[in-house]
Each structure stands twice: as structure tokens, then as C-alpha cells.
């Protein structure tokens, strides 16, 4: 493969022993996945602040202890825990250290204690045509698809090593010919109130994630009033029940001002329809609670955005959550202040809602209670929460979910625009 | 008598075992438990197996960018696969083995079949992978 001398010169040890072994990692990358050369990345964001075992604790502070320093800004994904209150939620103190020491081992690297899975939502917002190196599989689909910046599904641990460097190898969706869609969904027979429910759209995207898998997809037929809260809900849904990094919204995102702009030139373009019949469809599969039944209403996954939390808020009109029933919000430090400076946290947490930073919405209940049913928001979460620990899901508006959550059990209507 | 197949080697190393074999693909995220190496998903057919010390095939990952971080973790307690063959690249399948042995200076070779190759494995089948020359000796 081709190394610039600064390249080699890193990978040779002579601009530190970290970004060496960094980078010797990243060429080891490169020549097994076939990459010719390395890109120059502008921003990395890691999820190499994820506790999950000894090892990659041990790793990253390793390369810290090396004098490790991150060559290009670095943000950090969200952990497991809020880190100041998981002992409120029975978060043993042994992994709170390690957390802790995991934080402190990416601070003296220089990297940002942004603990967020939404960097989008917390002023991140790489240009159109920026190459960037992201982990976090919401965060990766968000940036290539609405923000138009480029990156692949980097690896945890690779994502370090991408920032200690300032490269990544260059292949996938670094390069054009990759970023066009292969696979064209027309959106069709929905009547107009579809589309400005938030409801609609991560089911669209749990249909694309299924159907399509890794494939880039062009998506018609979505007026251009979609809102950012709605791509979001989209994205994370498309790449938790397929590993979808792009998508294009033909009218809408920054690569697809018209169909034939984003559609592959090389391969024949398969064409599907999302039609109600679908949506009901993914809803039926998503949906695994048994009756009525709830023990937990769960919000921001990703990370609750501030317009969230104002339609959150709206909601309250002075209730309060079922005392059977858990209701969290999972959040930044960032938005947790903007909205607590707007005033919106106050009502919130009258009513009973716990609001939390840093954390995880699915590793919430790992302390709690080992099984129940959630409901939430978001198709993601449903999704994961089920695969990963059992617990049933639910899924339904924000309005919907905090109505659940003061009634005790599950309360939802099919949407207007749905029955036939 | 030993069979030997031509492979691609993607990481290299030489490792020994016996075969393990799956059609379907595995997430290493949420789906391997680094205590022993079981498989925790109740859909997958190699359900409460253990990869430890083998020869793991099966066609391609799938699942969460956090692969790398279990595969070191794997690799860290000793009970990960000694090799790992697949029929399709993955860029977050290969970055843990990788990054196993720049820092623990080991790793499980990675190595491709092509498909027809591949339906020639037999679970039980002891197996030199070598991700050097690029080749799988097998001992049925």
C-alpha cells in the first residue's frame, strides 16, 4: 500500500510511540481489508470510551501512558452508566471506576468528554464532503446521510487509532462511486398527515434496515418539511435492524437533489415500495409486548434532543408517572443544560421522570429489574432492548409513551392515516 | 488423510483447533459472552457453544461497529476462536485480531474461503490454519 512520509514517519515511531502503534494497526487494516492508501480525516468521534472488559480499558490506557495525543478533534459516544448517578440506578462502584479511569485515559489524549451517542445534536456537524472517522452506529448513518460528511462504520478501538493518526483507510464510503444508492424505495399510498407524524418515520427506517442490510438506499416520496428529530429516528432505526451508513432522502439530504444524482451508475438499481401494509408490518414485528402490561417508559435513544425535551414537556399538563412504572430520559450534559436553563427539566421531574446524561438507555435496566416491557419513542430501542436483554417493547409517540407511563399500562391508537 | 485448502490469508498467524462451523452469521456485540466464549443468541444454531480455542467458520459478521472491542476482550481472556474463516472481508471482523497483536502480541488468524471451499468444512475436523502461506490443512 502507499504511505506519504509523514505516514511512515508515524508508523516508523518517530512522532511517538502511540500514534506508532496506532497507525501500524491501521496499515495491518488497511492491507487486510485492501485499502491503497489512507484518507486524511478532520474529526473522529469513539466509542472507545465504552467500558466493556479489561482488555480495552487496558489498551487505551496504554496509549495514553504512551504520551498518545489525538491528532484531529475527538469527540466521545455515550457510555453505559451516568457516570455521577449510576449509583442511583445500582451501578456497582467497580465499574464506575473503570468508567471513570476510561474518561481520564481519553482526557490526557485530548479528547472531548462529549459522552454522547447524538454529536450531531451537541454542535458536531462536520461540512458536506468532510472526511470524518465515526463510531456509533446512529451517529455514522446520520452524518454520510444528512449531513453529507463521510464516513465508515469504524470500529471501536480502530476509532482511536484513527484519531491518535488522523487517518483511516481509505476505502467504502470514503470514495463516490460507493456512496451512490443501489437499492430505490418509493414511499407510496401514504396520505400527507403520514409524514408529519414522528411516528412514521423510524418504521420506515427499521423496513430499510431489514430489507436492505448494508445496501445504500434512495428513499422518494418524503416531503421536504421531515424534520431533523425524524432523520434521526430514521437513521438509528435503519442501522439497528440492518447495519445501514447511508441513506439518501431524494429532495431532502445533501447528496440527493434528484433521484439520478444518487443513484448507482454501475450496478442495476432494485426497486422497492414502502407502502401502510409495510409499516404495519415492521410495527408487528417490533412490537413484542403482551397486552397491556408496562413497567418502563424510556426516552432518548439516541440521546434526547432539546426539541424533544420541549415536546416532552408539553405533555406533562400537570400529571404524574404511575408510582409502578419507571420513566427515564437519557440525554448530553450539553442538552441536559440547555434545557435546564429553558426550564423544561422542572415540570419533568415533578412529574417523576429521571433524567440522566452520559448513559444508555438499554443498559438502564441491567441494574434494576432483569425482565418486564418497555415502551419507547424509538425503534431502535424497541428493537435492541428485546434482542439484547428480553425485555418486551412497545413503541409510540412521545405523547403516547408519557401517557403510558401515568395510566400504568400501555395506551395506544393505531394513527388516523393507518386504519383502512 | 489430510485435505488441504488454498485460503486467503487477512490476518496472518498460525493457529490449530477443531472446526466449529456455521451458515449463519455472528454478532460479536451482545452475542458472545467473553467469560467462556458462548454463544448467547437462543436463535443461532451454535446457541450455548463455545468458540474458545476454535476454528471458527462462518461467512461473514454482522452487528454492531463494537466487534473489535469484544474480539480483543475475547482475545485478553483467552477465550476467543484460534482462527476465523470467512467468505466475505470484514473490516470490523479483522480490526480486533489486529489489534490483538500489536498489544498482546498474538491474534487468531483471519482467513477467507471461497464458498465452495468452505462447504468442505466439517465441524469436529481438527485443522491447521496457516495465514502465512495461506493454507487450511484438515485431520477429519
Known sequence: MYLTDQEKKMRDGRL??????????????????????????????????????????????????????????????????????????????????????????????????????????????????????????NAIVFANSVLGARTN?????????????????????????????????????????????????????????????????????????VTMDDLKGLGAAAASSGATALFHVVGVTPEAPSLAACLSREVPVDVLSF???????????????????????????????????????????????????????????????????????EPLRAAGIEIYVDGCLLLYPQSLKPAGT??????????????????????????????????????????????S | MAEILKCRPLVAGRARGSIMVTRQSISFWGGVDPANGRILDPRHDLFDQSIAGRVLAFPFGKGSAAAPLVLLELSGQGTGPAAIINIDTDPLLVAGPIISRHFYGRAAPVVLLTEEAFDRLRTGDDAVVDGVSGEITIHP
Not at chain 1, 401502510?276 to 413484542?288: D, F
Not at chain 1, 401515568?406 to 395506544?412: E, N, Q, S, T
Open chain 1, 16 to 137: 511517538g510511540e502511540a500514534a506508532g502503534m496506532a497507525m501500524a494497526i491501521l496499515v495491518d487494516l488497511c492491507e487486510a481489508v485492501g485499502a491503497p492508501e489512507m484518507v486524511e480525516i478532520s474529526h473522529v468521534h469513539t466509542d472507545s470510551g465504552f467500558y466493556f472488559g479489561d482488555a480495552g480499558l487496558a489498551f487505551v490506557e496504554h496509549l495514553a501512558a504512551l504520551g498518545g495525543k489525538v491528532a484531529v478533534p475527538t469527540s466521545m459516544n455515550n457510555t453505559s452508566f451516568d457516570i455521577e448517578r449510576g449509583r442511583d440506578y445500582g451501578v456497582p462502584e467497580v465499574l464506575v471506576q473503570k468508567i471513570k479511569r476510561l474518561e481520564q485515559a481519553h482526557l490526557a489524549m485530548g479528547a472531548s468528554p462529549s459522552w454522547t451517542c447524538a454529536p450531531y445534536q451537541n454542535g458536531i456537524l462536520p461540512e458536506p464532503g468532510a472526511m470524518v472517522a465515526w463510531s456509533e452506529s
Open chain 1, 153 to 225: 462504520r469504524t470500529g471501536d478501538l480502530v476509532d482511536i487509532c484513527c484519531a491518535l493518526t488522523g487517518r483511516a483507510p481509505k476505502t467504502g464510503l470514503y470514495l463516490d462511486e460507493n456512496r451512490r444508492a443501489v437499492v430505490h424505495i418509493a414511499v407510496d399510498e401514504f396520505s400527507a398527515e403520514a409524514f408529519t407524524d414522528a411516528r412514521f418515520y423510524p418504521l420506515l427506517g427499521y423496513h430499510i434496515g431489514r430489507e436492505c442490510g448494508h445496501r445504500v438506499v434512495a428513499v422518494t416520496g418524503i416531503p421536504k418539511t
Open chain 1, 275 to 345: 407502502t401502510p401494509e409495510a409499516l404495519r408490518q415492521a410495527e408487528a414485528l417490533l412490537w413484542t409486548a403482551e397486552g397491556d402490561r408496562l413497567d418502563w417508559v424510556g426516552f432518548g435513544c439516541p440521546h434526547f434532543s432539546f426539541r424533544e425535551f420541549t415536546r416532552l414537556a408539553q405533555c406533562i399538563e400537570g400529571r404524574k408517572v404511575h408510582e409502578n412504572v419507571a420513566c427515564t430520559v437519557f440525554t448530553s450534559r450539553k442538552i441536559l443544560r440547555r434545557a435546564e436553563s429553558a426550564g423544561l427539566l
Open chain 1, 374 to 419: 418497555m415502551m419507547s419513542n424509538s425503534v431502535k430501542a424497541a428493537n435492541y432492548i428485546f434482542s439484547q436483554s428480553g425485555y418486551r417493547a412497545a413503541y409510540g409517540s412521545i405523547r403516547e409513551c408519557f401517557a403510558s407511563a401515568v395510566a400504568g399500562k400501555i395506551v395506544r391508537r393505531p394513527p388516523a392515516w393507518l386504519r
